[in-house]
């Protein structure tokens, strides 16, 4: 029992019911069989990405670099809450949470670069 | 074991508490947060119940209890209940896994910041001049369009359910991929604990329902900008397909990972192993698939959609159900059971969850829903999930995980009067509600004639709805005080089972500075009987 296979059974099993759906039952309109097959679709790849790729095993141990704090993060998170209120308040937020997301997005850069510096170093 | 780098930590500055990426301070912030969503939602329920214990408009207008009761149903779903869930799996997965952190960190942290964002979005529809949204927290079409609910409020509403749903799928994304990426040597699927499991089947429905909302929100909002999308023929239903594949999940993301909590102080309080682990474990998989094929029986009375199929997956959800229960009742069948205050709200979640279950099989019948559809019925059948799973299941987790949390423990007796005052409570405000139902009260009214005879069972309820209340001022008293001054618990104090019992209490940044061997899925009572024998 691997994850790849947990996450794909559970698509596969819900294709099942959907199946019983179709073959049985008058669903009245494509709605219900195109949520089980967008389910289905959707474990069955993430499982089958997950077993091609190898992501589906527990990580060797070991050290890796872990950040304690990332205020872009939260910058960026805010930022977002404000470009989507803007939607509804006016172009005037919107460009202003629209400079608050570039700077968050680049402060996540220079935090990403430098949590990789800190591994290299770290190896 | 899996080790985090060390890096110097600051402690007790601002940035510290709105941008640390520790699983463990994400966790609370989401739970607290969820928390203060869950009094503030209760406060308007109080309001309600208080309009409702007589006939005639006492307190609030008719447009402002609309008002109400749209934002208490999407606060306790959308802002409490969700990332709550979620946010006790932030804290305890990484630690019953043996992990050191979470996967992608950042993600969860910017999913924290979206769903408090989102929350006070939604709540600020109140500021608005034409206040907050009044469709009810399923938003049904064409209630919720232009025309029907103009107003900056119902935007806001589409808005806050968006982010903060969006926030919530991203905690459950790192979570998932903490799970598949970092368990501890010797921590197999199989190995892991019950509550871990149940976080996955939770976050199954996350990631394949939510994604539905967020489209379903972007589609509405388009569509009250002037777009026609739903005011097309069929748009209202499809408007139900979209709004319910996500909402049923949900129903089940906001109690399933409060299952395996209940589960794990079950075990735990009955000094046994949990009893058939590895079946629970499939019915958990199984239960959370039937629960993504069941949306269609929230649509029987409109026929468009297969009420036989619905109701065949809707009925079907009884198996795993019974087989948790089986599970439950087995687990404590020949145990040393002590009757801590955990194992108290484990107990009521059980009674109560019963009782939610149980009128979820006759609502699950179309002939039976016709008759009591949009009823007082319903209200009662879902308060009882919801309640007795979720809020029941939540404080069962509370008074178990604080100890580890906070390094003290929580009053036991403050946490009994908690405890019944709870259950009394949540038997007092909603049984009534099934007798006015099939009395033929509908649901969602801020009124009812006199001549109909409803005042004293309403009257019950209300007072039902305030003994909650002071069930939860007990609680914030037991809170406070055991955080100013509660007795040590030490690492162990209820001899648990599983990895986060390991750790310090409260856990230090990287978790563990050791790991005992993982051989099944309660490594600390492995250790305890090999230690004895």
């Given at each position: 029992?691997?994850?790849?296979?947990?996450?794909?059974?559970?698509?596969?099993?819900?294709?099942?019911?959907?199946?019983?759906?179709?073959?049985?039952?008058?669903?009245?309109?494509?709605?219900?069989?195109?949520?089980?097959?967008?389910?289905?679709?959707?474990?069955?790849?993430?499982?089958?990405?997950?077993?091609?790729?190898?992501?589906?095993?527990?990580?060797?141990?070991?050290?890796?670099?872990?950040?304690?704090?990332?205020?872009?993060?939260?910058?960026?998170?805010?930022?977002?809450?404000?470009?989507?209120?803007?939607?509804?308040?006016?172009?005037?937020?919107?460009?202003?949470?629209?400079?608050?997301?570039?700077?968050?997005?680049?402060?996540?850069?220079?935090?990403?670069?430098?949590?990789?510096?800190?591994?290299?170093?770290?190896? | 074991?899996?080790?985090?780098?060390?890096?110097?930590?600051?402690?007790?500055?601002?940035?510290?508490?709105?941008?640390?990426?520790?699983?463990?301070?994400?966790?609370?912030?989401?739970?607290?947060?969820?928390?203060?969503?869950?009094?503030?939602?209760?406060?308007?329920?109080?309001?309600?119940?208080?309009?409702?214990?007589?006939?005639?408009?006492?307190?609030?207008?008719?447009?402002?209890?609309?008002?109400?009761?749209?934002?208490?149903?999407?606060?306790?779903?959308?802002?409490?209940?969700?990332?709550?869930?979620?946010?006790?799996?932030?804290?305890?997965?990484?630690?019953?896994?043996?992990?050191?952190?979470?996967?992608?960190?950042?993600?969860?942290?910017?999913?924290?910041?979206?769903?408090?964002?989102?929350?006070?979005?939604?709540?600020?529809?109140?500021?608005?001049?034409?206040?907050?949204?009044?469709?009810?927290?399923?938003?049904?079409?064409?209630?919720?369009?232009?025309?029907?609910?103009?107003?900056?409020?119902?935007?806001?509403?589409?808005?806050?359910?968006?982010?903060?749903?969006?926030?919530?799928?991203?905690?459950?994304?790192?979570?998932?991929?903490?799970?598949?990426?970092?368990?501890?040597?010797g921590m197999t699927?199989l190995r892991m604990p019950?509550?871990?499991?149940?976080?996955?089947?939770?976050?199954?429905?996350?990631?394949?329902?939510?994604?539905?909302?967020?489209?379903?929100?972007?589609?509405?909002?388009?569509?009250?900008?002037?777009?026609?999308?739903?005011?097309?023929?069929?748009?209202?239903?499809?408007?139900?397909?979209?709004?319910?594949?996500?909402?049923?999940?949900?129903?089940?993301?906001?109690?399933?990972?409060?299952?395996?909590?209940?589960?794990?102080?079950?075990?735990?309080?009955?000094?046994?192993r949990f009893?058939?682990y590895?079946?629970?474990?499939?019915?958990?998989?199984?239960?959370?698939?039937?629960?993504?094929?069941?949306?269609?029986?929230?649509?029987?009375?409109?026929?468009?959609?297969?009420?036989?199929?619905?109701?065949?997956?809707?009925?079907?959800?009884?198996?795993?159900?019974?087989?948790?229960?089986?599970?439950?009742?087995?687990?404590?069948?020949?145990?040393?059971?002590?009757?801590?205050?955990?194992?108290?709200?484990?107990?009521?979640?059980?009674?109560?969850?019963?009782?939610?279950?149980?009128?979820?099989?006759?609502?699950?019948?179309?002939?039976?829903?016709?008759?009591?559809?949009?009823?007082?019925?319903?209200?009662?059948?879902?308060?009882?999930?919801?309640?007795?799973?979720?809020?029941?299941?939540?404080?069962?987790?509370?008074?178990?995980?604080?100890?580890?949390?906070?390094?003290?423990?929580?009053?036991?007796?403050?946490?009994?009067?908690?405890?019944?005052?709870?259950?009394?409570?949540?038997?007092?405000?909603?049984?009534?509600?099934?007798?006015?139902?099939?009395?033929?009260?509908?649901?969602?009214?801020?009124?009812?004639?006199?001549?109909?005879?409803?005042?004293?069972?309403?009257?019950?309820?209300?007072?039902?709805?305030?003994?909650?209340?002071?069930?939860?001022?007990?609680?914030?008293?037991?809170?406070?005080?055991?955080?100013?001054?509660?007795?040590?618990?030490?690492?162990?104090?209820?001899?648990?089972q599983t990895?986060?019992?390991?750790?310090?209490?409260?856990?230090?940044?990287?978790?563990?500075?050791?790991?005992?061997r993982v051989r099944s899925y309660a490594p600390l009572l492995d250790l305890?009987q090999?230690?004895?024998?």
């Amino acid at each position: 029992m691997s994850p790849p296979w947990v996450i794909a059974g559970w698509g596969a099993f819900m294709a099942i019911v959907g199946l019983v759906g179709v073959l049985f039952f008058d669903l009245k309109g494509p709605e219900t069989p195109a949520f089980f097959g967008g389910v289905t679709g959707v474990m069955v790849v993430l499982g089958l990405l997950l077993r091609l790729l190898r992501l589906g095993v527990s990580a060797p141990d070991g050290p890796r670099p872990s950040p304690d704090l990332s205020p872009a993060t939260a910058w960026l998170g805010v930022s977002l809450v404000l470009l989507a209120t803007g939607a509804e308040l006016g172009l005037w937020l919107v460009y202003i949470a629209g400079g608050m997301t570039t700077v968050g997005v680049g402060g996540l850069v220079r935090e990403l670069r430098a949590e990789r510096r800190a591994a290299e170093e770290e190896a | 074991m899996t080790m985090a780098v060390a890096v110097p930590r600051r402690r007790g500055t601002v940035l510290d508490y709105v941008a640390s990426t520790d699983h463990k301070r994400i966790g609370l912030a989401t739970l607290g947060t969820a928390l203060t969503f869950f009094f503030l939602a209760g406060a308007l329920a109080l309001l309600m119940r208080t309009e409702l214990a007589h006939s005639g408009m006492q307190i609030v207008s008719k447009g402002a209890y609309n008002e109400l009761f749209t934002v208490h149903g999407s606060t306790m779903f959308f802002l409490f209940a969700a990332p709550a869930a979620l946010g006790v799996g932030l804290y305890f997965v990484p630690l019953q896994v043996g992990a050191a952190d979470l996967v992608w960190p950042r993600l969860p942290l910017l999913g924290y910041w979206l769903f408090l964002g989102g929350g006070v979005v939604l709540w600020s529809g109140f500021l608005t001049e034409q206040g907050a949204a009044d469709f009810g927290w399923f938003a049904f079409y064409p209630l919720s369009d232009s025309v029907n609910a103009p107003g900056t409020g119902a935007d806001f509403w589409v808005l806050g359910v968006g982010l903060s749903q969006l926030g919530v799928l991203l905690m459950g994304i790192s979570l998932l991929a903490t799970i598949i990426r970092r368990r501890a040597p010797g921590m197999t699927l199989l190995r892991m604990p019950l509550f871990t499991w149940s976080e996955v089947a939770t976050i199954f429905m996350v990631v394949t329902s939510f994604p539905v909302v967020l489209v379903a929100m972007v589609l509405l909002y388009v569509d009250r900008q002037g777009v026609h999308i739903f005011s097309e023929p069929g748009g209202a239903i499809t408007w139900q397909h979209l709004f319910w594949f996500y909402a049923h999940p949900l129903v089940y993301v906001v109690f399933f990972p409060l299952v395996g909590a209940v589960g794990e102080v079950i075990a735990t309080f009955s000094r046994r192993r949990f009893f058939g682990y590895s079946v629970t474990v499939l019915s958990l998989l199984a239960f959370a698939a039937l629960s993504t094929s069941v949306w269609g029986h929230h649509m029987f009375t409109t026929q468009a959609v297969s009420n036989r199929f619905f109701s065949l997956t809707s009925t079907a959800i009884a198996v795993p159900a019974g087989i948790e229960y089986f599970a439950f009742i087995a687990t404590m069948w020949g145990g040393r059971i002590r009757l801590g205050v955990p194992m108290l709200f484990a107990l009521g979640f059980v009674l109560l969850f019963l009782i939610g279950g149980l009128s979820g099989i006759f609502v699950a019948s179309p002939p039976l829903d016709y008759h009591v559809h949009d009823s007082y019925v319903v209200v009662a059948h879902f308060h009882y999930t919801l309640f007795g799973g979720t809020v029941f299941g939540l404080f069962t987790a509370i008074y178990y995980w604080f100890p580890k949390v906070t390094g003290r423990l929580l009053g036991e007796t403050l946490g009994r009067w908690h405890a019944g005052l709870m259950f009394a409570g949540g038997l007092l405000t909603f049984i009534p509600m099934f007798f006015l139902g099939e009395e033929g009260m509908p649901r969602q009214v801020a009124d009812y004639a006199p001549f109909h005879h409803w005042d004293t069972l309403n009257l019950l309820a209300t007072i039902g709805a305030w003994t909650i209340f002071a069930s939860l001022a007990v609680f914030l008293v037991n809170l406070f005080r055991s955080l100013l001054g509660g007795e040590p618990a030490g690492r162990d104090p209820w001899e648990g089972q599983t990895l986060e019992w390991v750790a310090d209490s409260p856990p230090p940044r990287h978790n563990f500075d050791a790991l005992p061997r993982v051989r099944s899925y309660a490594p600390l009572l492995d250790l305890r009987q090999r230690e004895r024998a």
